[in-house]
């Protein structure tokens, strides 16, 4: 069974500050761990993905996260807040066999402050 | 760049009624998803489909859900008798292959409100 956590349901930053965004997941396999955005009025689109290999991976608009198993976590950061990513984050594990349905968090809300 | 197409995006109908969720999937990919989301609470997996069949379910897809891909085309999830716990944002996904990771593509959801 998976399970992921998000820690805070809103986080504030102003803009130009550092994003962290907390998930932390639980897998009795080996994880794949997704970050997915949702802008208003869209759908969820891909930050990012963890398979395997390399535990720092980079995804779009300069987010990045990192896998730690000893810490079972994989916390979403960007160095330096924009208006425009402010949305809705959803963090995201699968199993990688099967047909690999996705089990989300909860979901935190990013808000950007000028 | 090809998307996940999801009709209508509003959906309001009476309770006991019939509704008919209507998706687009990338024409290429293979396996299919609906997730929904109740407002305020987390994204849940509904059911997977590939191979013109039903590969995995949950606890919620009983036997009021069906889905089916009438056509080459469109992937369409049918609640038969709605409750007013249906009422919630319905999510189509499509994924490519079976290859590690392969990311699912959501389409922009539809929200049904049950009355």
């Known amino acids: 069974a998976q399970s992921v956590t998000q820690l805070g349901s809103h986080v504030s930053v102003s803009e130009g500050a550092l994003v962290l965004l907390r998930c932390n997941y639980s897998?009795?396999?080996?994880?794949?761990l997704f970050w997915y955005v949702q802008y208003p009025n869209q759908g969820l689109q891909l930050l990012l993905k963890?398979?395997?290999?390399?535990?720092l991976v980079k995804g779009i608009n300069g987010f990045e996260a990192e896998f730690k198993k000893s810490e079972t976590s994989f916390h979403l950061t960007k160095p330096s807040a924009h208006m425009s990513d402010a949305a809705e984050y959803f963090c995201?594990?699968?199993?990688?066999?099967?047909?690999?349905?996705?089990?989300f968090g909860t979901g935190t809300r990013l808000l950007v402050s000028p | 760049e090809p998307e996940v197409t999801q009709t209508p995006s509003h959906q309001v109908t009476q309770m006991g009624q019939e509704v008919i969720l209507r998706c687009v999937p990338i024409?290429?990919?293979?396996?299919f998803y609906w997730y929904r989301q109740i407002l305020g609470q987390k994204v849940e997996f509904l059911v997977s489909?590939?191979?013109?069949?039903?590969?995995?379910k949950s606890e919620i897809f009983d036997d009021q859900f069906s889905v089916e891909r009438p056509d080459g085309s469109n992937f369409t999830l049918k609640i038969r008798s709605t409750k007013l716990e249906d009422s919630a944002m319905y999510f189509c996904?499509?994924?490519?292959?079976?290859?590690?990771?392969?990311?699912?593509?959501f389409g922009a959801g539809t929200r049904l409100s049950v009355l």
């Open positions: 996904a499509s994924r490519k292959e079976g290859g590690a990771g392969n990311i699912q593509y």
């Open positions: 897998s009795s396999v080996p994880p794949y």
């Open positions: 963890y398979t395997t290999g390399a535990t």
């Open positions: 995201a594990v699968s199993a990688g066999t099967g047909f690999q349905k996705l089990v």
């Open positions: 024409s290429n990919h293979l396996y």
């Open positions: 489909f590939y191979n013109n069949e039903i590969s995995e």
